[in-house]
């Protein structure tokens, strides 16, 4: 299958996201899809998948336009997408998940496939566990399998390496050369880390403001991809600033804690945290990086041990507390408990900044556009956001009184550019004496951010090292369970 999208036009009032974009699409091919948060990616993807409608222009499939495709129209013709916050009911089963709108099977036979697949991916389910269990990695995972069941001909890939580990990544990359080559698929894969981007792609497309900038093929230079996304004056080791100083102070301490979780317990955590401290949380989903942040926020009881913050005894403290206490938690699932998805801009500053209620205006100049570049207009609904424009509205909840800042993936979704300035942002906070523990599925933020990093193998804490004793090497060993535990 050929697609063609020619001279695509798409407006959002006055924001033109997508402006004439020509683009040819040949099968046995992996395409990068580059851009800054705005740029248009997520629009022209959507377009293509059926989810957006574009006002101007023509997809030509082998020859044939199509019109406005709706997403069932989309899939017929054999394009699928894979969100970043993946569409599926967290009230059903994996099953259940596995089998809507797809081939018509005994439960027998559906399970059969679904372990099929996921036995090539490496990936593990129970197809009776409810969806709402899994980790957002593990629900992308499967609305991968779903959409290689529907036998899609066009995979479009946005982010699919957040909250998977880099072994995962490295089978996942595998089998992306493997669909396009054996298969004769189109994949098209939207990220903002221009490491996967080198490795893995045919041909990169490069968007900036709504335009297509570049199409380029390899051998690819790192500098001039950042050029045409941010523009001429920018390359790979700008905006780098000194990490925060550790402090003498101890901000929060746990000690011999057992924390329990939705699935498992976490046991015997001692860990002190000083101000101005940076930790990060290394790990592969479900050995225990969350249960260790729910609890410190606490989201999560402890069965026995103490919390201690600020030298205030904090176990068996209801929530409220620890918010009033000045320990904040940003989770990955933003829309599903971040933040409220019918609620708009304005609305969420309302709530989170009561204070404010009577410049909305100005503080959501300041809050928001100036501080994180959040551009979108103040009444705009939060489902209605980009993901990474989702994620830079939780950076802009946070209280300005915290002192403990929890975090999962503080820059899923964003550009190479927002995430410097969101690294810039939490470090400030924490050389004014705040302290961040943060998980990551990017290693290299890890080790490029972090003083220190705990890593969890087997649902518990096997290692708390300096992060100038360890290599990207060593720490991944550790993760996989190779190592002698600290």
Same mark, same amino acid.
């Given at each position: 299958?050929? +697609?063609?999208? %020619? ?39 959507? +377009? ?17 336009? =199509? ?21 599926? &009911? ?12 797809? =081939?018509? $099977? ?18 593990? &389910?129970? !197809? ?45 990359? %595998?089998?992306? $050369? ?33 335009? *297509? ?20 004056? #920018?390359?790979?080791?700008?905006? %780098? ?24 317990? *976490? !046991? /015997? ?8 401290? +940076? ?11 969350? #249960? ?15 919390? =201690? ?18 320990? /904040? ?18 609305? /969420? ?8 209620? %009577? ?11 100036? $501080? &994180?570049? *959040?551009?979108? /207009? ?52 924490? $050389? ?55």
């Amino acid at each position: 299958m050929e +697609i063609a999208l %020619k001279d695509i036009h798409k407006y959002y009032g006055r924001v033109h996201a997508n402006a004439g974009i020509t683009v040819g699409l040949e099968p046995g091919r992996i395409y990068g899809l580059l851009g800054e948060n705005g740029a248009g990616k997520s629009t022209l993807m959507r +377009i293509l998948a059926g989810h957006t409608q574009h006002d101007r222009g023509d997809l030509i499939f082998d020859g044939r336009p =199509v019109g406005r495709l709706k997403p069932a129209a989309a899939l017929s013709l054999g394009v699928g997408m894979l969100y970043q916050d993946p569409l599926d &009911f967290p009230a059903l089963t994996v099953l259940e998940n596995f089998m809507l709108g797809g =081939v018509k $099977r005994s439960n027998k036979e559906a399970v059969s496939r679904l372990l099929e697949l996921a036995e090539r991916f490496h990936f593990q &389910f129970s !197809p009776e566990q409810r969806v709402s269990e899994l980790t957002v990695g593990e629900r992308q995972q499967l609305a991968l399998l779903r959409l290689l069941d529907l036998g899609v001909k066009v995979l479009i890939l946005d982010e699919p390496t957040t909250g998977i580990s880099l072994i995962q990544k490295e089978l996942l990359f %595998k089998a992306m $050369r493997d669909l396009s080559a054996e298969g004769g698929r189109i994949i098209i894969l939207v990220t903002h880390k221009l490491s996967e981007a080198l490795d893995l792609c045919h041909e990169i497309l490069v968007m900036r403001q709504g335009r *297509l900038e570049g199409k380029l093929s390899p051998p690819y230079e790192a500098d001039d991809l950042l050029r045409l996304m941010f523009g001429p004056d #920018v390359t790979r080791e700008q905006g %780098k600033e000194d990490s925060p100083r550790v402090g003498g102070e101890v901000l929060v301490a746990l000690d011999d804690a057992e924390i329990v979780g939705e699935k498992f317990s *976490l !046991p /015997h955590v001692s860990l002190a945290v000083h101000t101005g401290e +940076i930790i990060g949380l290394a790990g592969l989903e479900g050995t225990g990086r969350q #249960v260790l942040l729910k609890g410190l926020a606490g989201l999560a009881r402890l069965r026995h041990g103490r919390l =201690v913050f600020q030298n205030r005894a904090m176990q068996g403290q209801p929530r409220p507390v620890f918010r009033r206490e000045g320990i /904040h938690f940003l989770p990955a699932a933003r829309l599903e408990k971040g933040l409220f998805p019918g609620l708009t801009l304005h609305e /969420h500053l309302a709530l989170a900044f009561p204070e404010e209620k %009577k410049r909305l205006d100005d503080f959501h100049q300041t809050q928001c556009v100036d $501080r &994180f570049r *959040l551009m979108a /207009h103040p009444a705009t609904l939060a489902q209605a956001l980009s993901g990474g424009n989702q994620q830079r509205l939780q950076l802009s909840l946070i209280p300005h009184q915290t002192r403990l800042l929890l975090m999962e993936h503080p820059t899923r979704g964003l550009d190479l550019g927002s995430a410097r300035q969101v690294w810039s942002h939490l470090e400030e906070r924490c $050389r004014q004496g705040a302290a961040l523990l943060f998980s990551s599925a990017d290693l290299e933020e890890i080790m490029e951010h972090s003083h220190r990093v705990l890593v969890f193998y087997n649902q518990r804490v096997v290692a708390d090292l300096p992060v100038e004793s360890l290599t990207i090497e060593a720490l991944g060993g550790l993760m996989a369970g190779r190592g002698e535990a600290a």
